[in-house]
């Protein structure tokens, strides 16, 4: 009697180069696993830089000396070769899970790849390399009220801890500058509507930037106090350098120069269970396909 194949999971994300900031990509695929215990479980970075950065870094003995427990990401390949090296034992189907925050260009290249490789045909069905494979959505989905109230329920906590201490909360989320991200917007007003007027968001890459941003809390009045966080998976380069860098030009500069106390939480929302439990409930409605 022939025997199904095994399935598997990819997660999907840009990376970090960060070893800090690795704990949150750590905990949504540990999260993963709970829920899928019988599914190998992999994770891929789309970039480049950052892989080349990690492979640099295997034959770094002083580095792993000081970062102990990191081996997997020294091999960390891109989605496409994770995708081909699970095939190595014959097709199975596979399940890849975004955990981009919104439909933004990576994601949607990340689509492509998949919906091309979904349209694999070859003569003998036997040998199409994925007899399934099939890509769960980003955090915020396709922008949907439903997405939304998700990820607000998600970030309630914190939203409800900045508000709560007499504060205004701002995300600084990465956007595109070359993408009309309205799902932020979006996100803002529920959030807004869940905890008051003090919930900002803003973008790295489009609008509103930290100037726009800074200028709606002083307008909204009432707070002098901030806490920056980044609405990104992990706290990498964009929180460190962008968001809580000394001087005037990152976030918490700006802030501060403007005379507000800031408290910067740099940690990624990957590392929140309650958001990395989003990626799993999108993996489980993609689950009943391998049935």
Known sequence: MKTQPSPAIVLAAFGTSDPEALTALINIKQRVA???????????????????????????????????????????????????ALQENGPCPVLVQSLHVAEGSEYLDLKSLVEQLAGIRTQQPSMRPFPLIALGEPA??????????????????LAFDAVNEGGALVLMGHGNEHMKMTVYGDLERELRRLHGPHVHIGLVEGEPGPDRVLEAVVKGGGVRRVVLAPLMVVAGEHAKKDM????????????????????VRLTGLGSLDSWADIYVEHLKRLAGELK
Do not use: M
């Not at 992999?42 to 990191?70: M, N, V, Y």
């Not at 109230?149 to 906590?157: F, I, N, V, Y």
């Not at 809580?244 to 408290?263: H, L």
């Open 34 to 84: 709970l829920s899928f215990p019988n599914i190998e479980v992999r994770l891929a970075f789309t970039s480049g830089f950052i892989r080349r950065i990690w492979r640099k870094r295997s034959g770094d003995c002083e580095f792993q000396a000081a970062h102990p427990g990191l081996d997997d990401f020294y091999g960390v390949l891109n989605p496409l070769s994770t995708l081909a």
């Open 140 to 157: 915020l989905g396709d922008g949907s009220a439903n997405y939304i109230s998700r990820a607000a329920e998600a970030l309630g906590p």
């Open 244 to 263: 809580a860098a000394e001087g005037t030009e990152s976030w918490a500069g700006k802030f501060k120069s403007r005379g507000f106390e800031v408290s």
